[in-house]
């Protein structure tokens, strides 16, 4: 499983940004895929998640601000990300696993990862 995350760069606050994951070596409409992101200095934290039968979720932090959606024929998932602010400065990372797990989404809980697209939000 590959999985290509991109367009990240330097934006105001207030843009907005759409993030990219291609995956290959498997089919995004029937896998968990998230989005984390790590801020310099800390560890990574939930972004979002999106999974056939459930739907999507999102940290509180960027809720009603961001959405995570798929191309199924293109199999990459996208993070559009709006009303962006200094704190979501970080590296954006996408993940996936095959199947849902009780009380997900903690970094540990998914094994393959995208190399991660710096986002940066000046003031």
């Known amino acids: 499983v590959q999985l290509q995350a991109s367009g990240g760069g330097l934006v105001q606050a207030g843009d907005s940004l759409r993030l990219s994951c291609a995956v290959s070596?498997?089919?995004?409409?029937?896998?968990?895929m998230a989005w984390f992101r790590q801020a310099a200095g800390k560890g990574r934290e939930f972004v979002a998640v999106?999974?056939?039968?459930?739907?999507?979720s999102y940290a509180g932090s960027v809720k009603d601000r961001f959405t995570i959606s798929r191309d199924n024929a293109k199999n990459t998932v996208y993070l559009e990300m709006n009303s962006l602010k200094p704190e979501d400065t970080a590296v954006y990372y996408c993940a996936s696993r095959l199947h849902w797990i009780v009380n997900c989404c903690r970094p540990p809980d998914f094994v393959s990862w995208g190399q991660g697209t710096q986002v940066t939000v000046s003031s």
């Open positions: 999106m999974e056939r039968s459930r739907g999507t």
């Open positions: 070596g498997r089919t995004v409409s029937t896998s968990v």
